[in-house]
């Protein structure tokens, strides 16, 4: 517990500590690999952006709007907030910067933090961070299938246990008849739903599915799905995308009463969920978006993408699947006069890109060998007056807890153990244990 008087981290917002930073790496490393397979960039996002982009994208009748984006009136009396999601500013940049007219059909992928005032909880946070990709210009459902293709290989690739759920929420010529569908379905209920879910029965029945009150979702169970009333164009663009998915191997589960939580999704949509994350298990979801460009001022241009919540990605993996560059070598000066040659060894491993700790001077050789045991040093270096006089360096195995044989002199010792640490780190034994 910090003591009386430390300033702590705002209440949904945290640190994330090396550890954790080395698996969300790995995690964005992989997204960038696999990604960049299917064609997609990088774009990099400003993390605040006008209101108004996310009240037109997103719907004022959604909870993201009404109750949990950081909004704020700067001092020229713009009124700014601290992005929520990033699709809607993807769509700005591509509008801002030309891409709609000089490369229509890019395809885009961004990762970086998002900001929600939602109730804190395992794996969500008010500051969470997305993985995420778009892909303008195309409406068909081979890009559907595309996209959830590589989405599902890159899961794998993380190692990511997670289920697929798939729905069509239909458009603009089949989606208003579901909504006075769904609007006479929540009238005929209203004793059973909370208050909240009145005010959305009537502005936009589709956010009844926002609920997180237990009896309501009860009672939505119930309720008419949008797979029933889907027009012609819109079951045969789903069919065709289940089929392409069929013909992949890619597994997927049907669930009818799945609706995207934002005004902007039609036709696929999808989430992916995990075992073990609680209530909230969704790992991340999309789909598709034709009239988000058109609603911010763009032409009419097809979209479809997802975002992948990285908190939680890396709840559901539980190890990274590649090993991530760690301390390799720790080099321990014994004295202050090891110091300078100390110094000039971790930089010479250093330089031949070698991950190296090097230990302050002043301690005794247990303590500095504890030290460099937990960073997961593979090798230590000791420099102490014997090896200054012999102008060599000892070396100490800490996987096997002995010296190796051969000492290696000061001045050649970085381009040796370059030649060495491979193969004495593949033919170690796991490490000890012991003292």
């Not at 029945?205 to 979702?217: G, I, N, S």
């Not at 000791?382 to 096997?400: M, N, V, Y």
């Amino acid at each position: 517990m910090p003591k009386p008087g430390t300033i702590t981290a705002v209440k949904g917002f945290r640190d994330v500590l090396p550890e954790e930073s080395r698996r969300w790496r790995e995690l964005e490393a992989v997204a960038a690999e696999v990604f960049g397979a299917y064609g997609f960039g990088e774009i990099r996002l400003p993390v605040v952006e006008r209101t108004e982009l996310f009240a037109r994208s997103l719907g004022e009748a959604t909870d993201v709007v009404e109750k949990e984006m950081y909004t704020f009136v700067d001092r020229d009396e713009a009124s700014l907030t601290l992005r929520p999601e990033a699709t809607a500013g993807v769509v700005r940049a591509y509008l801002e910067n030309g891409l709609v007219t000089s490369d229509p059909t890019v395809r885009l992928f961004y990762r970086g933090p998002m900001f929600r005032r939602e109730r804190p909880q395992r794996g969500r946070y008010r500051q969470f961070y997305q993985i995420g990709a778009e892909i303008f210009g195309r409406d068909d459902a081979l890009v559907d299938a595309e996209l959830l293709v590589m989405l599902t290989r890159y899961l794998d690739a993380v190692g990511a246990r997670a289920t697929l759920e798939l729905n069509s929420v239909g458009d603009a010529r089949c989606r208003p008849a579901y909504r006075d569908r769904l609007r006479a379905f929540a009238r005929a209920h209203l004793d059973a739903l909370c208050a909240d879910c009145h005010r959305r029965a009537e502005r936009n029945p589709l956010r009844l599915f926002d609920c997180k009150v237990e009896t309501c979702r009860a009672v939505l169970l119930r309720a008419p799905r949008i797979a029933d009333n889907l027009c012609d164009a819109c079951r045969t663009h789903f069919d065709e995308v289940r089929a392409l998915l069929d013909r992949q191997g890619v597994a997927y589960v049907l669930r009818p009463e799945l609706v995207r939580g934002l005004d902007y999704y039609v036709r696929t949509a999808f989430e992916l969920v995990a075992e073990g994350l609680g209530a909230q298990n969704a790992v991340g979801g999309g789909g598709r978006y034709d009239g988000l460009v058109a609603a911010l001022g763009g032409p009419e241009v097809a979209g479809v993408g997802f975002a992948l919540g990285v908190e939680r990605l890396a709840m559901a993996t539980g190890t990274t699947a590649r090993s991530d560059a760690r301390v390799r070598v720790a080099v321990l000066p014994l004295d202050a006069r090891a110091v300078p040659p100390a110094l000039a060894l971790a930089t010479r491993l250093r330089d031949e890109h070698w991950a190296v700790a090097l230990e302050a001077s002043g301690r005794s050789l247990k303590a500095l060998l504890r030290s460099a045991d937990r960073r997961g040093a593979r090798l230590a270096i000791i420099i102490g007056e014997d090896e200054l006089r012999t102008g060599r360096a000892t070396i100490r195995d800490l996987a096997q807890r002995r010296d190796v044989k051969d000492a290696l002199p000061l001045d050649a010792a970085a381009a040796e153990l370059s030649r060495r640490l491979d193969a004495l780190d593949e033919a170690a034994p796991a490490r000890s244990t012991d003292a």
